[in-house]
Every structure is written in C-alpha cells, then in structure tokens.
C-alpha cells in the first residue's frame, strides 16, 4: 500500500504528544507537545485507511479489509516502546511509552465511520503553554490544588465548546467541523501529589472512503 500524503497541518492528535524522539527519565526534561497529533491523507473525500503518521510518536499503517480493521504494522519512532496491543475487527488499540510519557492511539470503524483517536498523559507537563498542534495553545495555571485555565489561542475554524474550573481540575474542549470531518481535542488538568497533571485527547472522524 502506498504512503498517504501527510496534511499540512490537521490539529495541531488523533491522536496527543510532542518531540520525544528519544527516551526520557526522570532527569530529562518534559517533552513538548506534538505539532500535529496526527497526520493522513488530504481527506477532502473522507477519511482513509493507510500509513499515518501520529505526532513523533512513529507510523500506525491498516487496512479496512471486508471483515473490517486489520493492522498492518505499528512503528514506533526512536525510544518509543510498544507496551499493549489489541486488534479487533472493530477497533485497534495500540499502548506506547516514552519515559514518563504514555500514549494511546485507537482506530475505530462502525458503520461506515473511521475514527482515530490519540490520548496522551503528561505527569509532569512541559512547561509554557501546551500547544494542541495546529489548533492552538492553552495556558495551564496551577495555583496551590487549584487548576486555572489562563489564555487560549485558537487557529481559523476552531472554538471552545467546554471550559470548566474545579477544586483540583480544569477542562478545556475544541471543536473544527470541516469538508465533512469532525476534530476535537479535551485537555484535563489536575494536581496529583502537588503536581500538574495533563491528559489530552485529540479525535479526528469521518466517512471511510473506499
């Protein structure tokens, strides 16, 4: 199967992550962000399946095959280590590390929909603003077990669609309707044994093309 070509820029994913070509410990330094979580083909007739690029993470490649999802490989990059794996006709479900970073990167397909999905967790979180790829950046704030939302920048086409302020936790929502595809991304913020604690979740779906 051939490459698919990468987006310019999709959001900033499905995916959730940063340069973390190498592995981390605990003297290293936190990793910043992903610049796109995810990267496929340009998806102006939906989405496909094929090699795509997740973040610097490495290359998922699969296959919607009659009897549905199949994975062709999963390709970490430079001190990514596969830690799980699940496949099923219906989802692939892929567990990485780097360090203190963990990512999760899903397919899903169900009635024609093919969805992908990147989660990750940073504990601790890079410091500056968290930038969520090509969508913009957020301003984290953690002021003693309290989480503030400061500033966020948003890219064209993108709006927040939830913002909450709790005892201990934040929540941030994006949203981009675009050629028929859906993207969002969910920033959760907490403090955890005195410290900041940040999971992003980024989700890109759309009708599958042939």
């Known amino acids: 199967m051939s490459r698919l070509r990468p987006l310019a820029t999709v959001a900033g994913t499905v995916l959730v992550a940063a340069t973390v070509l ?22 102006v007739e939906g989405m496909r399946d094929g090699v795509w690029p997740v973040a610097d993470v490495g290359d998922i490649e699969f296959r919607l095959a009659p009897r549905g999802l199949e994975l062709v490989a999963m390709r970490p990059a430079p001190g990514w280590q596969v830690v799980d794996e699940e496949v099923g006709p219906d989802e692939i479900e892929i567990d990485l590390r780097s ?17 992908i999905e990147v989660d990750q967790l940073f504990d601790p979180p890079p410091a500056g603003p968290l930038r969520l790829g090509g969508a913009g950046s ?48 969910e920033v959760d913020a907490r403090v955890d044994d005195g410290g900041l604690e940040v999971a992003t979740d980024y989700e890109i779906q759309g009708l599958a093309s042939p």
């Not at 330094?29 to 083909?41: E, I, L």
């Not at 397909?109 to 093919?114: A, D, F, V």
């Open 138 to 185: 957020v301003d984290l704030v953690q002021d003693g077990e309290a989480v503030l939302v400061g500033d966020v920048e948003l890219a064209d086409g993108w709006r927040e669609t939830q913002r909450s302020e709790n005892a201990g936790d934040a929540e941030l929502g994006l949203r981009r309707n675009r050629s028929g595809l859906v993207e969002t991304w």
């Open 99 to 115: 360090g203190d970073v963990r990512t999760t990167v899903e397919v899903g397909y169900q009635s024609g929909i093919l969805e």
């Open 22 to 43: 190498g592995a981390c410990t605990a003297s290293d330094p936190a990793p910043d962000p992903p610049s796109d979580p995810v990267t496929g083909p340009e998806l």
